[in-house]
Nanobody, 115 residues
Framework: QVQLVESGGGLVQAGGSLRLSCAAS????????MRWYRQAPGKQRELVAT???????NYADSVKGRFTISRDDAKNTVYLQMNSLKPEDTAVYYC?????????WGQGTQVTVSS
């Protein structure tokens, strides 16, 4: 199986920045698309950003222009650079990835943005 571990979350003031990382390990042969989701208390899980194996990216309208997703295949790691953070960005952020049709989730990292 594949294991995903998120890191980089924390407490930041509005307008600040954080960089999240998600490192994959295990039986890795070819990771395809990688994604970042977030979930705030009482809210549905929201797709934040996607990056394909070819490098194509997509973003939720709520984060477009502020967040950047990237990947380093040599390190089996996906990143989410978050700038101009707002209190409404507060959530647990999760990464996921797929390989050979199987989908894997990380445990999440908490991001809290104070006003």
């Amino acid at each position: 199986q594949v294991q995903l571990v998120e890191s980089g979350g924390g407490l930041v003031q509005a307008g600040g920045s954080l960089r999240l990382s998600c490192a994959a390990s295990g039986r890795i042969f070819s990771i395809n698309a990688m994604r970042w989701y977030r979930q705030a208390p009482g809210k549905q899980r929201e797709l934040v950003a996607t990056i394909t194996s070819s490098g194509r990216t997509n973003y939720a309208d709520s984060v477009k222009g502020r967040f950047t997703i990237s990947r380093d295949d040599a390190k089996n790691t996906v990143y989410l650079q978050m700038n101009s953070l707002k209190p409404e960005d507060t959530a647990v952020y999760y990464c996921d990835a797929n390989q050979f049709g199987a989908r894997y989730w990380g445990q999440g990292t908490q991001v809290t943005v104070s006003s």
